[in-house]
C-alpha cells in the first residue's frame, strides 16, 4: 500500500519536493545558458537566452574571447554572486504607472542609466561589427563607448549613430599617437573619452587561448584606430604589451588633461584612495570596474566595491560601474548603491552575435523593462528615488 508521502509525490503536492528526474540539470542560474531556445532574438527572454544562441553561432575560439576571464574565472564568478546577494525591498500601493528612467551624465540625457561599455574587435562576433552595434544602440536609444580596438572607424561609426558616442582609450607606448587619437575621437564628436588604468598587463586569459587553439584565432577584423602607431621593438618582458603603456602613472592622466575638452573618466577604479586621488587630479567621472574579470582573477567584485568608492567620491564627480549585469534588478541595485548609470560588455556581444542589431537592441531592451518592473515593485517611479532605503539590510 503506497505511503501518504508516496501519495502526496505522486500529485505534486508536496511542497518544496523536486519532480525532476533524479539525472536532470536544474534550470539554476549557471545552467541557464545551457537551454534550447527559439532562433530568433525577438524570442529571447533574457542575456542568457542570447548568451546560447551566440554560442551556436560563434566558433569556440571567438566565444571564449567574449566570455572567457583570466585564469579561474572567479571573478567573473564574484561579479554575479555580488548581485544575487543584495535582497531588495519590495513597496506596495504606490501609484507606478508612470516611471521615469531618464538619467543625465555630463550634460546628456539618457533614457535611461545602461550604456554600452567598451568592447573591441566587433566584426569577429558579426560582419557588420561596430557598426550593427550602433545600429543597436540607436533602436533602443543608449549611448556606446567606442573601443580603441575597435574593428571599424571612428569616424564610420558615428556617421551611423544618432546617439552621442564616447571613447575609449588605452594609453599606448607611443605617446605622441594618444595626443592623436584623442583629438581624432574629439573632431568625430565623441562626448567623453574613458581612460582604462587597469590593464598594465593582461590576466592569463586561459580559456581564450584553448579556444583559439581549437579553433579559429580570436581575430577583430583589424584595428583601424591604431593605424600608424609606432609598437616598441623592445619588451620588458612577455607578460607586457608591444603596443599598450604598461608604466602609466598620474602625469599621465594630467597630461591628458591638458588636451582632453570633453569629460575624461577613468575605467578600472576598484579602492577608494586611488578614487580621491582621480578627483584631486581634476577627473570628471569614475567607472568602477575590474575589466570584467579578465586581467587580476580573485579582485573584488565590482557591487561590493561601489559603495566604498561612492562614500568617498561624495557626490563630487558621476561614479558608473559595470561587471556583472545581466539583470534589471543588477542595474536597480548599482543605482541604489550610488552609481549614476552602469556600462555592459559581454551581454550585447551576445546579442551582436546573436543578430546583429536587432541582438544589441534587445539586450538592452530586456535590461530596461527588467528596470522598470524592479522599479514598479519597489515603488520607485523615478531614478532620483532608488536609494539604499530599497535595499533590506
Not at 222 to 236: D, W, Y
Amino acid at each position: 500500500m503506497p505511503t501518504r508521502r508516496e501519495i502526496l509525490m505522486s500529485t505534486g503536492a508536496l511542497a518544496g519536493v523536486s519532480m525532476l528526474p533524479a539525472n536532470a540539470k536544474p534550470l539554476a542560474s549557471a545552467v541557464q545558458d545551457e537551454v534550447p531556445i527559439p532562433g530568433s532574438v525577438d524570442k529571447a527572454l533574457n542575456i542568457w537566452d542570447l548568451k546560447a544562441m551566440a554560442r551556436e553561432r560563434l566558433t569556440e575560439g571567438h566565444f571564449a574571447a567574449i566570455a572567457g576571464g583570466a585564469a579561474d574565472e572567479i571573478t567573473i564568478r564574484w561579479n554575479r554572486e555580488g548581485f544575487d546577494k543584495i535582497r531588495l525591498r519590495p513597496k506596495v500601493l504606490i501609484d507606478p504607472t508612470q516611471i521615469d528612467t531618464r538619467t543625465t551624465l555630463f550634460g546628456q540625457e539618457h533614457a535611461y542609466p545602461v550604456l554600452l561599455g567598451p568592447t573591441g574587435g566587433h566584426r569577429s562576433t558579426h560582419p557588420d561589427g561596430e557598426l550593427a552595434t550602433a545600429r543597436g544602440a540607436n533602436h533602443a536609444n543608449a549611448t556606446m563607448v567606442l573601443s580603441t580596438f575597435s574593428s571599424t572607424a571612428i569616424e564610420e561609426v558615428v556617421q551611423v549613430a544618432t546617439n552621442p558616442l564616447w571613447f575609449q582609450l588605452y594609453v599606448m607606448r607611443d605617446r605622441p599617437f594618444n595626443r592623436d587619437l584623442v583629438l581624432r575621437a574629439q573632431a568625430a564628436g565623441a562626448k567623453a573619452v574613458c581612460v582604462t588604468v587597469d590593464t598594465a598587463t593582461s590576466g592569463p586569459r586561459n580559456r581564450q587561448t584553448r579556444g583559439r587553439q581549437r579553433s579559429s584565432p580570436s581575430g577583430g577584423g583589424g584595428q583601424p584606430l591604431l593605424q600608424g602607431m609606432k609598437r616598441s621593438t623592445s619588451v620588458e618582458s612577455d607578460i607586457f604589451s608591444a603596443s599598450r603603456e604598461p608604466n602609466l602613472t598620474w602625469k599621465d592622466i594630467d597630461w591628458l588633461r591638458s588636451f582632453t575638452q570633453v569629460p575624461l573618466l577613468l575605467k578600472g577604479i576598484l579602492d577608494a584612495e586611488d578614487a580621491e586621488r582621480a578627483i584631486q587630479e581634476g577627473v570628471d567621472g569614475l567607472i568602477v570596474s575590474n575589466h570584467g574579470g579578465r586581467n587580476l582573477d580573485t579582485s573584488q567584485a565590482t557591487i561590493e566595491a561601489l559603495p566604498e568608492i561612492v562614500e568617498k567620491v561624495d557626490g563630487r564627480i558621476p561614479v558608473l560601474i559595470d561587471g556583472g549585469i545581466r539583470r534589471g534588478t543588477d542595474v536597480f541595485k548599482a543605482l541604489a548603491l550610488g552609481a549614476k548609470a552602469v556600462l555592459i560588455g559581454r551581454p550585447y556581444r551576445y546579442g551582436l552575435a546573436a543578430g546583429g542589431a536587432p541582438g544589441v537592441s534587445r539586450v538592452l531592451e530586456i535590461l530596461r523593462r527588467e528596470l522598470e518592473m524592479t522599479m514598479a515593485s519597489t515603488g520607485r517611479t523615478s531614478i532620483a528615488q532608488i536609494d539604499r532605503s530599497v535595499l533590506w539590510s
